[in-house]
């Protein structure tokens, strides 16, 4: 008889014999009727009670856990990122061409892209600025020729005299801030080549 006909077909009565009590089952089945003493249903009752609570603790579908990492890998770079791709099986080998570990760098390379497009700029800021440096050393000796010719001559007033002057000088001068302009780019090339 299955456990469940049991259950559904089951009546407990207490009967009386002498001093002492006892609990008798009796159970209604095809056969007729059959009665289970006490020790005998309590026996059966605890095995259901048993076998309802693992079927129970089976049908749940969300179980819980700690997870714990396998091991852990302490990794120093010189570059902060986060770790993409790290191959366990290359570790304690030679490596060639292959990468232990990957590190997110799409920053780095929109860097290096910017960076690329800066030394562009300073390259072609410097030939303009050397043009410029060429034309004015053109300039500079063309009114130092004029200045020395005037001079000296009587027929000249100071006041021309001294214009020419001063347009030497200030001519000399955008040669000397072209010239600065020159090395302040050639420096910041020098620092964009150490990056």
Wanted: glycine residues 4%.
């Amino acid at each position: 008889m299955s456990p469940l006909c049991v259950l559904a077909l089951t009546t407990i009565i207490a009967h009386k014999r002498g001093n002492c009590r006892k609990n008798i089952l009796i159970v209604k089945s095809a056969k007729g009727v059959d009665f289970i003493d006490g020790f005998r249903y309590n026996l059966l009752m605890k095995n259901i009670i048993l076998l309802v609570s693992l079927s129970l603790g089976l049908m749940g579908s969300e179980y819980y856990s700690k997870a714990e990492p396998y091991r852990f890998y302490t990794l120093q770079a010189n570059t902060s990122g986060l770790v993409v791709v790290a191959d366990e099986d290359l570790e304690g080998k030679r490596l060639s061409n292959e990468a232990f570990i990957v590190i997110d760098d799409e920053l780095d390379f929109k860097e290096l892209k910017l960076l690329k497009q800066k030394k562009n700029h300073l390259r072609k800021s410097l030939e303009l600025n050397a043009k410029m440096a060429e034309n004015l050393a053109v300039m500079i000796e063309k009114k130092n020729e004029n200045y020395e010719r005037i001079k000296d001559l009587p027929i000249k007033s100071n006041v021309e005299k001294d214009k020419e002057f001063f347009d030497l000088s200030s001519t000399q001068n955008q040669e000397l801030s072209t010239l600065e302009k020159i090395e302040t780019i050639n420096s910041q090339l020098n620092d964009t080549e150490l990056r």
